[in-house]
């Protein structure tokens, strides 16, 4: 069993991210002469590069291996079992990543080649199925992130923590057992907001705290409690929905401390590097080398290795490159 969930895991990256943000608009993008411009041709660069590369690579292995009987989970062998509207909502999809959250909820009909909603229709294939890179939805609502993140760190205070509380009230509400939360709520935008917001509040904390003053036994002990934590996330002995409001809680409290920490350490930094292309390339790695669901541990071993090493040649031949351009043009 996995120490945390991947739907747990995606909100945490989703506050992380938003704490991320935060720190680097007050260290680089608040002094620039035009901030907002410098943050969105930063993240542009930063996210549709890479993932227009590994488009390209997936189309390139779907070609290679395809005549041969390998079954890849990508979009272009499907593609014609759509109608021409779907293929172009697809095909606009795949290359602006707009809409992949919205398409995570539908399905393709098999009969008509059209979208349709995904709980009415057991007899269509999932959409996820038709994007190049399958788990692009979660890209998608963090894209849309960085088109807001500049005019939420602008808001008013009494405003952004009206928001943000907003947010949590329906995250709340949504989790309450008369109403039931559903997947529709998993994959959208305005119902992750909050993950994000929780990750500014935490850097506004660090920053009230002055967490950089803390004794280093103090950061380390908080980190090691976090770590044990998500661990034995599984066995937490409260329902799910408490499990996880104590756990993104924690998360949120201890996260300037956990920073503080390794914000230094040249190895968290290079795995802090590599998740970019590890989140691109798992499920290419999944297809080429093991079961979509893995039966043994041995298959998801397999999978993870593949996916590393796959990531690191990435990171090393295209990536570093990337950035390397990216930090020259972005002129602050």
């Known amino acids: 069993?996995?120490?945390?969930?991947?739907?747990?895991?995606?909100?945490m990256f989703f506050i992380i991210s938003g704490f991320y943000m935060s720190l680097v608009w007050d260290d680089k993008?608040?002094?620039?002469v035009h901030p907002?411009?410098?943050?969105?041709?930063?993240?542009?660069?930063?996210?549709?590069?890479?993932?227009?590369?590994?488009?390209?690579?997936?189309?390139?292995?779907?070609?290679?291996?395809?005549?041969?009987?390998?079954?890849?989970?990508?979009a272009m062998m499907m593609a014609a079992g759509c109608n021409p509207l779907t293929q172009a909502i697809f095909t606009l999809a795949n290359v602006t990543l707009l809409g992949q959250d919205v398409l995570s909820l539908f399905g393709v009909d098999q009969a008509t080649g059209g979208l349709v909603w995904r709980d009415t229709h057991i007899t269509s294939f999932l959409a996820?199925?038709?994007?190049?890179?399958?788990?692009?939805?979660?890209?998608?609502v963090e894209f849309y992130f960085y088109l807001s993140f500049p005019f939420l760190m602008r808001l008013k205070r009494p405003w952004f923590y009206g928001l943000f509380l907003a947010l949590l009230a329906l995250e709340l509400a949504l989790s309450n057992p008369v109403i039931g939360k559903s997947w529709v709520h998993y994959f959208l935008f305005p119902f992750n907001l909050h993950f994000f917001m929780a990750g500014m509040v935490s850097y506004r904390l660090g920053?009230?705290?002055n967490v950089s003053r803390w004794p280093r036994p103090l950061l380390l002990a908080i980190y090691i409690a976090v770590e044990a934590l998500t661990l034995s996330y599984q066995y937490m002995p409260l329902q799910v929905e408490g499990r996880l409001i104590a756990f993104f809680t924690i998360v949120t409290l201890a996260l300037p401390a956990m920073f503080e920490?390794?914000?230094?350490n040249k190895v968290d930094r290079f795995i802090g590097e590599l998740s970019?292309?590890?989140y691109l390339l798992n499920q290419l790695a999944i297809c080429l080398v093991g079961p979509f669901y893995f039966p043994n541990p041995a298959d998801g071993l397999k999978v993870c290795v593949a996916a590393i090493l796959m990531a690191v040649a990435f990171y090393k031949l295209f990536i570093v490159r990337i950035e390397n351009y990216r930090h020259k043009i972005v002129a602050l």
């Open 207 to 209: 920053q009230k705290l």
């Open 128 to 140: 996820s199925i038709y994007l190049l890179v399958p788990q692009g939805w979660s890209l998608a």
């Open 261 to 264: 920490l390794t914000r230094k």
């Open 36 to 74: 907002i411009k410098c943050f969105y041709k930063s993240r542009f660069l930063r996210i549709f590069p890479a993932y227009w590369l590994t488009i390209l690579l997936s189309t390139l292995i779907s070609l290679a291996f395809f005549p041969f009987g390998k079954k890849l989970c990508f």
């Open 276 to 278: 970019y292309p590890v």
């Open 1 to 11: 069993m996995a120490p945390l969930p991947g739907s747990t895991a995606v909100q």
């Open 29 to 32: 993008f608040s002094k620039a």
